[in-house]
C-alpha cells in the first residue's frame, strides 16, 4: 500500500503542476496582443496626443485685433477683464485676476492678469501646459512668427525670446522640464504708458 500511496500521491503533484503552469502560461495570441496593447499605450500618434499649435495660438490670443491680448490694453479696468475674459476664473486676489482652460487633448491655458494698486491691468501672464516636446516645438514656432509679424524682430536668448514695439513687451520661453512642456508668455509695457492712463 505504501508504493501504491507514493505512486498515487506523485501522479497528484505532477498533474497539479502541470494544470498550475497551463494557468499561469499566456497563449501565442494573448502574448502578442500585451505586445500590441503595449505599444499602442506607449507611442500614441502625434494627431492624438497635441492640439493643432497655430489654433492653439489663435485660442490663446483670443481676439488680438482689438488690445494687447484678448482684447485687454494695459490701464483697463478689472471690470472690463471680468467682462471681457471668456475662460473659466480661477483667482481673484488682490494684486492679479486668473483663468484657465482646459482643451480637448488635455492641454491647459493659465492666463493671470497683474493689476495697479487702483486695480488696472499693468502685466499679464499665459501659461501653456503641453503633451509633449513637438507640441512645444510647434507651439514655439507658430507664437515665434505670430510675434515676429506683430513685433518685428525679436532677441532670441537660449530658451527665451523677446520682443518690443509700441512700448509693449512680449516674452516667450520655453519652460519645458523633465516629462512636463509647456511655454510661458509674459506682456508689459513701459511705465510711461500706465501713467498715461
Not at 509700441?166 to 508668455?185: C, P, Q, R, W
Request: glycine share 4%.
Amino acid at each position: 500500500m505504501t508504493y501504491f500511496t507514493t505512486l498515487k500521491n506523485t501522479l497528484v503533484l505532477v498533474l497539479l503542476a502541470f494544470a498550475l503552469g497551463n494557468c499561469t502560461s499566456k497563449t501565442k495570441d494573448e502574448q502578442e496582443a500585451t505586445v500590441t496593447d503595449s505599444a499602442a499605450l506607449a507611442n500614441p500618434s502625434t494627431e492624438e496626443l497635441n492640439s493643432d499649435q497655430s489654433a492653439l495660438l489663435l485660442e490663446i490670443l483670443g481676439n488680438s485685433s482689438e488690445g494687447v491680448f484678448r482684447g485687454i490694453t494695459f490701464g483697463d479696468p478689472l471690470s472690463k477683464v471680468k467682462a471681457t475674459e471668456t475662460f473659466e476664473m480661477f483667482e481673484d486676489v488682490a494684486d492679479h485676476v486668473g483663468f484657465t482652460k482646459e482643451t480637448e487633448k488635455l492641454e491647459t491655458i493659465d492666463i493671470q492678469y497683474f493689476l495697479t494698486a487702483d486695480k488696472r491691468v499693468n502685466k499679464i501672464t499665459v501659461d501653456v501646459y503641453l503633451n509633449s516636446p513637438d507640441a512645444t516645438k510647434q507651439l514655439w514656432n507658430a507664437g515665434k512668427t505670430h510675434f515676429t509679424e506683430t513685433y518685428e524682430a525679436p532677441k532670441e536668448k537660449d530658451k527665451t525670446v523677446t520682443w518690443n514695439k509700441n512700448a509693449i513687451h512680449v516674452t516667450m520661453e520655453d519652460v519645458s522640464e523633465g516629462k512636463d512642456y509647456g511655454l510661458k508668455f509674459q506682456f508689459t509695457p513701459d511705465k510711461n504708458v500706465l501713467a498715461a492712463k
